[in-house]
DNA sequence: TCCATATGTCGAGACTACTCGACATATGGA
DNA sequence: TCCATATGTCGAGTAGTCTCGACATATGGA
Protein backbone atom coordinates (compact mmCIF):
# COMPACT_ATOMS: atom_id res chain seq x y z
CA UNK A 1 0.00 0.00 0.00
CA UNK A 2 1.51 2.98 -1.23
CA UNK A 3 0.68 6.60 -0.91
CA UNK A 4 -1.37 6.79 -4.05
CA UNK A 5 -3.50 3.95 -3.03
CA UNK A 6 -3.78 4.84 0.18
CA UNK A 7 -5.19 8.26 -1.08
CA UNK A 8 -7.48 6.40 -3.16
CA UNK A 9 -8.88 4.45 -0.48
CA UNK A 10 -9.24 7.32 1.78
CA UNK A 11 -11.23 9.37 -0.67
CA UNK A 12 -13.72 6.02 -1.14
CA UNK A 13 -14.49 5.99 2.59
CA UNK A 14 -14.67 9.49 2.93
CA UNK A 15 -18.37 9.47 1.60
CA UNK A 16 -21.37 8.22 3.31
CA UNK A 17 -22.86 6.38 1.26
CA UNK A 18 -19.72 4.36 0.29
CA UNK A 19 -18.61 4.09 3.87
CA UNK A 20 -21.87 2.45 4.45
CA UNK A 21 -21.68 0.02 1.48
CA UNK A 22 -18.53 -1.15 2.27
CA UNK A 23 -19.72 -1.80 6.09
CA UNK A 24 -22.59 -3.52 4.39
CA UNK A 25 -20.10 -5.67 2.72
CA UNK A 26 -18.01 -6.66 5.54
CA UNK A 27 -20.89 -7.44 7.47
CA UNK A 28 -21.60 -10.18 4.57
CA UNK A 29 -18.87 -11.57 3.90
CA UNK A 30 -17.76 -14.16 2.74
CA UNK A 31 -21.09 -14.05 0.34
CA UNK A 32 -21.77 -10.88 -0.70
CA UNK A 33 -24.21 -8.81 -2.15
CA UNK A 34 -25.38 -8.30 -5.51
CA UNK A 35 -25.42 -4.73 -6.90
CA UNK A 36 -29.43 -4.33 -7.26
CA UNK A 37 -29.73 -5.52 -3.47
CA UNK A 38 -26.91 -2.84 -1.59
CA UNK A 39 -28.77 -0.39 -3.73
CA UNK A 40 -32.38 -1.38 -2.45
CA UNK A 41 -30.83 -1.64 0.82
CA UNK A 42 -29.03 1.97 0.75
CA UNK A 43 -32.16 3.39 -1.02
CA UNK A 44 -30.00 4.81 -3.69
CA UNK A 45 -30.68 4.79 -7.33
CA UNK A 46 -29.42 2.22 -8.58
CA UNK A 47 -26.94 3.68 -11.48
CA UNK A 48 -25.97 6.38 -8.33
CA UNK A 49 -24.79 2.98 -6.72
CA UNK A 50 -23.13 1.88 -9.42
CA UNK A 51 -20.77 4.61 -9.31
CA UNK A 52 -20.05 4.34 -5.88
CA UNK A 53 -19.38 0.49 -6.22
CA UNK A 54 -17.12 1.74 -9.31
CA UNK A 55 -15.15 3.70 -6.93
CA UNK A 56 -14.80 1.09 -4.38
CA UNK A 57 -13.65 -1.24 -6.87
CA UNK A 58 -11.10 1.40 -8.09
CA UNK A 59 -9.48 1.79 -5.12
CA UNK A 60 -9.83 -1.88 -4.10
CA UNK A 61 -11.67 -2.22 -1.06
CA UNK A 62 -14.31 -4.45 -3.27
CA UNK A 63 -14.40 -6.85 -5.35
CA UNK A 64 -16.78 -7.47 -8.97
CA UNK A 65 -17.94 -10.75 -9.63
CA UNK A 66 -20.77 -12.11 -12.27
CA UNK A 67 -23.45 -14.18 -10.98
CA UNK A 68 -25.92 -15.24 -13.60
CA UNK A 69 -28.12 -11.95 -14.20
CA UNK A 70 -26.37 -10.37 -10.98
CA UNK A 71 -23.03 -8.87 -10.44
CA UNK A 72 -22.21 -10.08 -6.93
CA UNK A 73 -19.67 -6.92 -4.49
CA UNK A 74 -17.36 -8.53 -1.75
CA UNK A 75 -15.15 -6.44 0.64
CA UNK A 76 -11.64 -7.03 -0.03
CA UNK A 77 -10.20 -7.75 3.63
CA UNK A 78 -6.84 -7.50 1.85
CA UNK A 79 -7.35 -3.66 1.55
CA UNK A 80 -8.53 -3.84 5.17
CA UNK A 81 -5.29 -4.82 6.20
CA UNK A 82 -3.70 -2.49 4.43
CA UNK A 83 -5.06 0.71 4.88
CA UNK A 84 -4.79 0.10 8.78
CA UNK A 85 -1.47 -0.76 8.27
CA UNK A 86 -0.43 1.87 6.32
CA UNK A 87 -2.24 4.48 9.04
CA UNK A 88 -0.02 2.27 11.70
CA UNK A 89 2.92 1.48 10.50
CA UNK A 90 3.61 5.00 8.45
CA UNK A 91 3.21 6.09 11.42
CA UNK A 92 6.08 4.03 12.93
CA UNK A 93 8.69 5.38 10.78
CA UNK A 94 11.56 3.64 12.50
CA UNK A 95 9.85 4.59 15.98
CA UNK A 96 8.20 1.54 17.43
CA UNK A 97 7.42 3.50 20.49
CA UNK A 98 4.86 5.53 18.81
CA UNK A 99 3.24 2.61 16.92
CA UNK A 100 3.10 -0.20 19.98
CA UNK A 101 0.22 1.27 21.86
CA UNK A 102 -1.92 1.61 18.96
CA UNK A 103 -1.59 -2.02 17.98
CA UNK A 104 -2.20 -2.63 21.70
CA UNK A 105 -5.30 -0.85 21.78
CA UNK A 106 -6.68 -2.91 18.92
CA UNK A 107 -5.65 -6.01 20.08
CA UNK A 108 -8.73 -6.90 22.01
CA UNK A 109 -11.06 -5.96 19.73
CA UNK A 110 -10.60 -9.68 18.16
CA UNK A 111 -10.45 -12.04 21.43
CA UNK A 112 -9.42 -15.50 20.98
CA UNK A 113 -13.08 -15.91 22.15
CA UNK A 114 -16.60 -16.15 20.50
CA UNK A 115 -18.15 -12.97 22.09
CA UNK A 116 -21.34 -13.90 23.55
CA UNK A 117 -22.54 -10.28 23.76
CA UNK A 118 -22.08 -7.13 21.59
CA UNK A 119 -19.89 -5.09 24.41
CA UNK A 120 -17.07 -3.63 22.74
CA UNK A 121 -15.43 -1.29 25.64
CA UNK A 122 -13.30 1.28 24.30
CA UNK A 123 -12.10 4.41 26.79
CA UNK B 1 -14.60 7.03 16.62
CA UNK B 2 -17.91 6.82 14.62
CA UNK B 3 -19.11 7.34 11.07
CA UNK B 4 -18.89 10.87 11.24
CA UNK B 5 -15.78 11.26 12.51
CA UNK B 6 -14.10 8.47 10.41
CA UNK B 7 -15.12 10.60 7.37
CA UNK B 8 -14.11 13.48 8.43
CA UNK B 9 -10.60 11.85 8.96
CA UNK B 10 -10.84 9.91 5.47
CA UNK B 11 -11.88 13.06 3.56
CA UNK B 12 -8.52 14.97 5.48
CA UNK B 13 -6.31 11.97 4.45
CA UNK B 14 -7.60 11.88 0.97
CA UNK B 15 -5.75 14.50 -0.08
CA UNK B 16 -1.67 14.36 -1.31
CA UNK B 17 -0.62 17.67 0.54
CA UNK B 18 -2.34 16.92 3.65
CA UNK B 19 -1.58 13.17 3.72
CA UNK B 20 1.83 14.13 3.67
CA UNK B 21 1.80 16.96 6.47
CA UNK B 22 0.23 14.14 8.84
CA UNK B 23 2.96 12.04 8.19
CA UNK B 24 5.59 14.59 8.38
CA UNK B 25 4.05 15.99 11.70
CA UNK B 26 4.14 11.96 12.98
CA UNK B 27 7.74 12.06 12.27
CA UNK B 28 8.27 15.07 14.28
CA UNK B 29 6.37 13.38 17.08
CA UNK B 30 6.25 14.93 20.21
CA UNK B 31 7.88 18.13 19.33
CA UNK B 32 5.61 19.25 16.33
CA UNK B 33 6.34 21.96 13.76
CA UNK B 34 5.22 25.47 13.11
CA UNK B 35 2.90 26.52 10.26
CA UNK B 36 5.14 28.61 9.11
CA UNK B 37 7.87 25.79 8.96
CA UNK B 38 5.71 23.30 7.79
CA UNK B 39 4.60 25.32 4.16
CA UNK B 40 8.31 25.77 3.19
CA UNK B 41 9.23 21.71 3.69
CA UNK B 42 6.40 21.57 1.68
CA UNK B 43 6.68 24.34 -0.83
CA UNK B 44 3.04 25.41 -0.24
CA UNK B 45 1.89 29.26 0.07
CA UNK B 46 1.27 29.80 4.10
CA UNK B 47 -2.68 30.74 3.72
CA UNK B 48 -3.00 27.52 1.28
CA UNK B 49 -1.38 25.32 4.10
CA UNK B 50 -3.45 27.36 6.91
CA UNK B 51 -6.66 25.65 4.92
CA UNK B 52 -5.00 22.30 5.24
CA UNK B 53 -3.79 22.66 8.58
CA UNK B 54 -7.55 23.68 10.15
CA UNK B 55 -9.32 20.33 8.08
CA UNK B 56 -6.85 18.24 9.53
CA UNK B 57 -7.32 20.06 12.94
CA UNK B 58 -11.01 19.99 12.65
CA UNK B 59 -10.75 16.26 11.98
CA UNK B 60 -9.03 15.71 15.37
CA UNK B 61 -5.82 14.84 13.33
CA UNK B 62 -3.59 16.90 14.93
CA UNK B 63 -3.72 19.86 17.29
CA UNK B 64 -2.58 23.56 17.65
CA UNK B 65 -0.75 25.25 20.05
CA UNK B 66 0.76 28.82 20.29
CA UNK B 67 4.10 28.84 21.11
CA UNK B 68 4.81 32.66 20.91
CA UNK B 69 4.78 34.22 17.92
CA UNK B 70 4.48 30.81 16.32
CA UNK B 71 1.96 27.74 16.09
CA UNK B 72 3.27 24.99 16.61
CA UNK B 73 1.11 21.51 15.38
CA UNK B 74 1.15 17.81 16.46
CA UNK B 75 -0.06 15.16 15.28
CA UNK B 76 -2.92 13.20 17.28
CA UNK B 77 -1.57 9.65 17.61
CA UNK B 78 -5.00 8.72 19.33
CA UNK B 79 -6.61 9.88 16.20
CA UNK B 80 -4.53 7.14 14.94
CA UNK B 81 -5.43 4.71 16.46
CA UNK B 82 -9.50 5.82 16.30
CA UNK B 83 -9.20 5.78 12.57
CA UNK B 84 -7.40 2.22 12.54
CA UNK B 85 -9.58 1.12 15.18
CA UNK B 86 -12.46 2.23 13.27
CA UNK B 87 -11.23 0.13 10.13
CA UNK B 88 -10.25 -2.74 12.14
CA UNK B 89 -12.97 -3.37 14.64
CA UNK B 90 -15.83 -2.09 12.31
CA UNK B 91 -14.73 -5.04 10.08
CA UNK B 92 -15.46 -7.51 13.04
CA UNK B 93 -18.94 -6.80 13.77
CA UNK B 94 -19.21 -9.52 16.00
CA UNK B 95 -16.93 -11.71 13.87
CA UNK B 96 -13.41 -11.94 15.05
CA UNK B 97 -12.74 -14.42 12.41
CA UNK B 98 -12.20 -11.88 10.13
CA UNK B 99 -10.36 -9.01 12.02
CA UNK B 100 -7.87 -11.58 14.29
CA UNK B 101 -5.86 -11.80 10.79
CA UNK B 102 -6.03 -8.18 10.25
CA UNK B 103 -4.58 -7.33 13.48
CA UNK B 104 -2.11 -10.14 13.44
CA UNK B 105 -0.53 -8.35 10.24
CA UNK B 106 0.09 -5.37 12.15
CA UNK B 107 1.50 -6.70 14.86
CA UNK B 108 5.39 -7.32 13.38
CA UNK B 109 5.36 -3.44 12.62
CA UNK B 110 6.41 -2.74 15.57
CA UNK B 111 8.34 -5.74 17.41
CA UNK B 112 9.35 -4.84 21.28
CA UNK B 113 12.89 -4.03 20.67
CA UNK B 114 14.57 -1.06 20.73
CA UNK B 115 16.48 1.41 17.43
CA UNK B 116 19.64 0.23 17.42
CA UNK B 117 21.72 3.10 15.89
CA UNK B 118 19.39 4.93 14.09
CA UNK B 119 18.95 8.17 15.72
CA UNK B 120 16.00 9.85 16.11
CA UNK B 121 16.03 13.41 15.57
CA UNK B 122 14.26 16.07 14.33
CA UNK B 123 16.66 17.79 11.16
C1' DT C 1 2.34 53.52 19.08
C1' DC C 2 4.88 51.63 15.12
C1' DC C 3 7.05 47.89 12.80
C1' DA C 4 8.30 43.09 11.57
C1' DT C 5 7.09 38.39 11.92
C1' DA C 6 3.71 34.57 11.97
C1' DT C 7 -0.62 32.89 11.00
C1' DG C 8 -5.65 33.04 9.93
C1' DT C 9 -9.74 34.51 7.01
C1' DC C 10 -12.14 36.11 2.86
C1' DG C 11 -13.35 35.94 -1.99
C1' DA C 12 -13.12 34.34 -6.70
C1' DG C 13 -11.80 31.24 -10.39
C1' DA C 14 -10.87 26.57 -11.78
C1' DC C 15 -11.55 22.08 -10.94
C1' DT C 16 -13.82 17.95 -9.12
C1' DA C 17 -17.57 15.17 -6.85
C1' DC C 18 -22.42 13.77 -6.26
C1' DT C 19 -26.79 12.83 -8.19
C1' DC C 20 -30.06 11.06 -11.43
C1' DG C 21 -32.74 10.76 -16.00
C1' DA C 22 -31.90 8.57 -20.27
C1' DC C 23 -29.76 5.22 -22.82
C1' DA C 24 -26.64 1.10 -23.51
C1' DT C 25 -25.00 -3.54 -22.42
C1' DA C 26 -25.42 -8.30 -20.55
C1' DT C 27 -27.87 -12.45 -19.09
C1' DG C 28 -31.71 -15.91 -19.06
C1' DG C 29 -36.00 -17.69 -20.70
C1' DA C 30 -39.63 -18.59 -24.22
C1' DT D 1 -35.64 -12.87 -32.01
C1' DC D 2 -38.24 -10.64 -28.37
C1' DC D 3 -38.87 -9.55 -23.63
C1' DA D 4 -37.82 -8.91 -18.70
C1' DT D 5 -34.32 -8.42 -15.40
C1' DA D 6 -29.82 -6.59 -13.78
C1' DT D 7 -26.24 -3.50 -14.16
C1' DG D 8 -23.13 -0.04 -16.41
C1' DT D 9 -22.25 4.45 -18.92
C1' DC D 10 -23.22 9.16 -20.46
C1' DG D 11 -24.52 13.94 -19.86
C1' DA D 12 -25.96 17.95 -17.27
C1' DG D 13 -27.05 20.50 -13.11
C1' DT D 14 -25.75 21.41 -8.48
C1' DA D 15 -22.61 21.57 -4.87
C1' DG D 16 -18.32 21.15 -2.84
C1' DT D 17 -12.93 21.38 -2.96
C1' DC D 18 -8.41 23.42 -4.03
C1' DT D 19 -5.67 27.30 -4.66
C1' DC D 20 -3.92 31.84 -3.88
C1' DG D 21 -3.93 37.14 -3.79
C1' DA D 22 -5.44 40.48 -0.58
C1' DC D 23 -6.50 41.70 3.86
C1' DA D 24 -7.03 40.86 8.96
C1' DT D 25 -5.39 39.29 13.44
C1' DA D 26 -1.87 38.18 16.98
C1' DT D 27 2.65 38.38 19.17
C1' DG D 28 7.15 40.51 20.44
C1' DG D 29 10.39 44.24 20.47
C1' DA D 30 11.74 49.15 20.54
Known amino acids: MDADQAILAFSALAQ ?15 DGLPAGEIARRMDVPHNTMSTHLAILTR ?3 IEAERQSRSIVYRAQLEAV ?8 KDCCGGRPELCAPLI ?20
Chains 1, 2 share one sequence.
Open 81 to 88: RGLAGFLV
Open 16 to 30: PTRLEVFRLLMEHEP
Open 104 to 123: ADLSPCCPPQKPSSKEVAHG
Open 59 to 61: AGL
